[in-house]
Nanobody, 126 residues
Framework: QVQLVESGGGLVHTGASLRLSCAASGLSLSSYAMAWFRQAPGKAVEFVAFIDWSGESTLYADSVKGRFTISRDNARNTLSLQMNSLKPEDTAVYSC???????????????????WGQGTQVTVSS
């Protein structure tokens, strides 16, 4: 059974940092491209960051570029998202996702991912 479990969310003030983790079981992340998405209350799911299976290619939403860093540790089967300089507009439930595509087409589309975690809440107060 495939499971992706996020952790590391919380309540922080503007300008703070958080590090989210996504632990995988039932699959080897080294064969999957990974991404983080987020969803704020009343809004659609939004792409945040993407990393290919090797870790050599990363892509970010314009809203988080320069503040967030996605990384992976295939040996530990984990994905991370370092979030710095957090803003109130970053408040959302953050979910990790995995897909077994080898190219980067449609990387920002939630429909292009096979597996999802349940999400972790990030709240940034002003």
């Amino acid at each position: 059974q495939v499971q992706l479990v996020e952790s590391g969310g919380g309540l922080v003030h503007t300008g703070a940092s958080l590090r989210l983790s996504c632990a995988a079981s039932g699959l080897s992340l080294s064969s999957y491209a990974m991404a983080w998405f987020r969803q704020a209350p009343g809004k659609a799911v939004e792409f945040v960051a993407f990393i290919d299976w090797s870790g050599e290619s990363t892509l970010y939403a314009d809203s988080v570029k320069g503040r967030f860093t996605i990384s992976r540790d295939n040996a530990r089967n984990t994905l991370s998202l370092q979030m710095n300089s957090l803003k109130p507009e970053d408040t959302a439930v953050y979910s990790c996702a995995a897909r077994d595509w080898k190219d980067i087409s449609h990387y920002s589309s939630s429909a292009a991912y096979n597996y999802w975690g349940q999400g972790t809440q990030v709240t940034v107060s002003s």
